[in-house]
């Protein structure tokens, strides 16, 4: 059973911190992770991928992931209240057909 | 570019009813899955189609079944509604990376409600 696992939340942050979302999974066969933000609502908008080990940044997000403690993280640098939303992430294997596994989604508030 | 399309939006049905919901892909994708997300949960994975045949199923029961068209677009199709079935229907399309996996993009979904 392919597991990943997110602190419910909500984590409340104020305009213009850093918000840290972290996320664990099961699978160490696991090659490609991702960040949705899901507004109350709406469907999950894909955010953020990874598959390499070490840091990746696309504006004020940046995305880290850590194979051999099977841990991904999410920093949202300089919060602002529209960052308000739940935040998911999926693993998944690659190859044949790809099925990412979700976690619950962390809720991130934050305030002005 | 279009993304993905879903319909209806909005649906409400009283339970042992029948349901279809519809999905159309990105355009240049020809793979669709289909999840359930409950309140308060993540998506959980329905079932996949590719080339017009179900390529993957989760862990839904024999009443959850599907359809793939030649143009891609998909059908999800829930038999004898339960209460339980109440949730957002997401479609979800897929472009092939290089490495080998996909990057999933969903739709608006349709939220279902069962009386």
């Known amino acids: 059973q392919k597991e990943v696992e997110q602190n419910s939340g909500p984590l409340s942050v104020p305009e213009g911190a850093i918000a840290s979302l972290n996320c664990t999974y099961s699978?160490?066969?696991?090659?490609?992770f991702f960040w949705y933000r899901q507004y109350s609502g709406k469907s999950p908008e894909l955010i953020m991928s990874i598959y390499s080990n070490g840091d990746k940044e696309d504006g004020r997000f940046t995305a880290q992931l850590n194979k051999a403690s099977q841990y991904v993280s999410l920093l949202i640098r300089d919060s602002q209240p529209s960052d308000s939303a739940t935040y998911l992430c999926?693993?998944?294997?690659?190859?044949?057909?790809?099925?990412?596994?979700f976690g619950r989604g962390t809720s991130l508030i934050v305030h002005p | 570019d279009a993304g993905v399309t879903q319909s209806p939006t909005h649906l409400i049905k009283t339970r042992g009813q029948q349901v279809t919901l519809r999905c159309s892909p990105k355009s240049g994708h020809d793979t669709v899955s289909w999840y359930q997300q409950a309140l308060g949960q993540g998506p959980q994975f329905i079932f996949q189609y590719y080339e017009e045949e179900e390529r993957q199923r989760g862990n839904f029961p024999d009443r959850f079944s599907g359809h793939q068209f030649p143009n891609y677009s998909s059908e999800l199709n829930v038999n004898a509604l339960l209460l339980g079935d109440s949730a957002l229907y997401l479609c979800?399309?897929?472009?092939?990376?290089?490495?080998?996996?996909?990057?999933?993009?969903f739709g608006p979904g349709t939220r279902l409600t069962v009386l």
């Open positions: 979800a399309s897929s472009a092939k990376l290089r490495n080998g996996g996909d990057t999933q993009y």
């Open positions: 699978d160490r066969g696991s090659q490609s």
């Open positions: 999926a693993v998944a294997t690659s190859g044949g057909s790809y099925i990412p596994t």
